[in-house]
């Protein structure tokens, strides 16, 4: 079977689409499947190319059996509701008039950004192919949740139209969470037969070790005291993670042994380093984003995870992936998520959760999850919790799903 798969974001980009869609397309290469990758040249989250790219209408290389094009689009940011939407959709116009020329059985288009859905139904449309929808978020719901888009804007109500067409017109879509699953079917009334859930996970049940002292070295570099333990945040700070939260909650507790590492890039990015300044913060390092292969060694630095959210009913039907590559490396999770996944840290005893943007609640997780590290309960929950979200696993079943629509 050839998979033709449409994703903005790939590797060497690291965010957590990147991430999945890699993962999972090295597996549908072992399973026999000759998948063509239609992606931007890398610039997430900064909005600039990565070194030996160049931002061209057309380039191809290989990787572990997978064919990636990339193709040229407008470089934004991840910042600014028109620019972001201007560098989404000329992707999908891109990824559109590469895909015409590609021989393939099926199309896969994923999210978040809900534009790929447009490159993906126009393909299935001209090539007479059936099509797959991967939806990552419930887009675009998730830009009202963060303050980009208004939900009486005659905008959304168009995007609304768009999302319940997409949804109806594919055959088949792919979620990442069963709260998803429930929304398709209570509010767009999709048949149940044609959605799969299959959430996010770890392709390695354990990451690279690390010796000591490689750890308190890179612990001294960034200028942080042996005796301080360290909560990290490692990924995306953009308009949906309430980090301007955490910081606040960092000022209460200065002099106490905690020192918070943040690691990433994002349109908030520049206001957090300016609320770190006015707040005069002395327990906080920021640090840009890191090539993927320095990852773990700085999962391997934290002591506990943090995860974080602002306080909205749209984000309790999301599951971060960060949780599971850290759970890969035994690392409690500070987590500020309601919904699906405070279930999942709660039933495998992985981590402690807090009520969103509660400082209070907050303040006490740091109290209590000094014990868990210790406990054999927490091994064994972090063993259990990584074989049931087996990424390896989850892209098979994956794969077979959508198989269905060739056999069909």
């Known amino acids: 079977m050839k998979i033709l798969f449409i994703t903005d974001n790939f590797p060497p980009e690291v965010n957590a689409p990147a991430n999945r869609g890699y993962d999972h397309a090295v597996e549908w290469v072992k399973m026999g499947y000759k998948i063509t990758v239609i992606t931007c040249h890398p610039n997430f989250p900064k909005g600039q190319i990565f070194d030996g790219y160049k931002n061209s209408l057309f380039s191809v290389e290989h990787k572990n059996g997978i064919r990636i094009i990339r193709v040229w689009s407008y470089i934004s940011a991840n910042e600014g509701f028109?620019?972001?939407?201007?560098d989404y959709f000329s992707f999908s116009v891109s990824s559109f008039i590469a895909g015409l020329f590609i021989k393939t059985d099926?199309?896969?288009?994923?999210?978040?950004?809900?534009?790929?859905?447009?490159?993906?139904?126009?393909?299935?449309?001209?090539?007479?192919?059936?099509?797959?929808l991967e939806i990552r978020d419930l887009w675009p719901d998730s830009i009202v949740a963060v303050g980009s888009?208004?939900?009486?804007?005659?905008?959304?109500?168009?995007?609304?139209?768009?999302?319940s067409y997409f949804y109806k017109t594919a055959n088949r879509v792919i979620v990442v969470t069963d709260s998803f699953k429930k929304y398709l079917v209570?509010?767009?009334?999709?048949?149940e037969s044609k959605i799969g859930v299959f959430?996010?996970?770890?392709?390695?049940?354990?990451?690279?070790?690390?010796?000591?002292?490689?750890?308190?070295?890179?612990?001294?570099s960034l200028g942080i005291a042996s005796e301080n333990k360290i909560i990290s945040y490692i990924g995306t700070h953009g308009l949906a993670h309430g980090l301007d939260f955490i910081l606040y909650c960092a000022k209460k507790i200065e002099g106490k042994p905690y020192h918070f590492l943040f690691i990433g890039d994002g349109a908030k990015k520049e206001e957090l380093l300016t609320l770190r300044d006015t707040l005069e913060l002395?327990?906080?390092?920021?640090?840009?984003?890191?090539?993927?292969?320095?990852?773990?060694?700085?999962?391997?630095?934290?002591?506990y995870a943090l995860v974080?959210?602002?306080?909205?009913?749209?984000?309790?039907?999301?599951?971060?992936?960060?949780?599971?590559?850290?759970?890969?490396?035994?690392?409690?999770?500070?987590l500020g998520v309601e919904g699906e996944s405070q279930e999942i840290i709660e039933s495998y005893g992985v981590g402690i959760s807090f009520e969103p943007e509660n400082e209070t609640q907050f303040l006490e997780t740091l109290e209590k999850i000094e014990s868990l590290p210790n406990s054999d309960d927490f091994e064994n929950g972090c063993v259990r919790l990584l074989n049931d979200f087996n990424r390896i696993k989850i892209a098979q079943e994956m794969g077979k799903f959508m198989s269905k629509c060739i056999l069909n």
């Open 82 to 86: 028109f620019k972001r939407s201007l």
């Open 186 to 191: 209570e509010k767009h009334e999709i048949n």
């Open 149 to 163: 888009l208004t939900a009486n804007s005659r905008v959304y109500r168009i995007l609304k139209t768009l999302e």
């Open 308 to 334: 974080n959210l602002k306080k909205s009913d749209e984000f309790k039907n999301v599951i971060p992936s960060k949780i599971f590559e850290n759970i890969a490396a035994r690392k409690p999770i500070l």
């Open 106 to 132: 099926l199309i896969l288009a994923t999210s978040p950004q809900f534009f790929t859905a447009f490159s993906g139904k126009a393909l299935s449309f001209f090539k007479r192919k059936p099509w797959v």
């Open 199 to 220: 959430k996010n996970g770890v392709a390695n049940n354990s990451l690279e070790k690390y010796d000591n002292d490689d750890i308190s070295i890179l612990k001294e």
């Open 282 to 303: 002395s327990n906080i390092t920021f640090i840009n984003t890191i090539p993927k292969k320095e990852v773990s060694q700085h999962i391997h630095l934290s002591d």
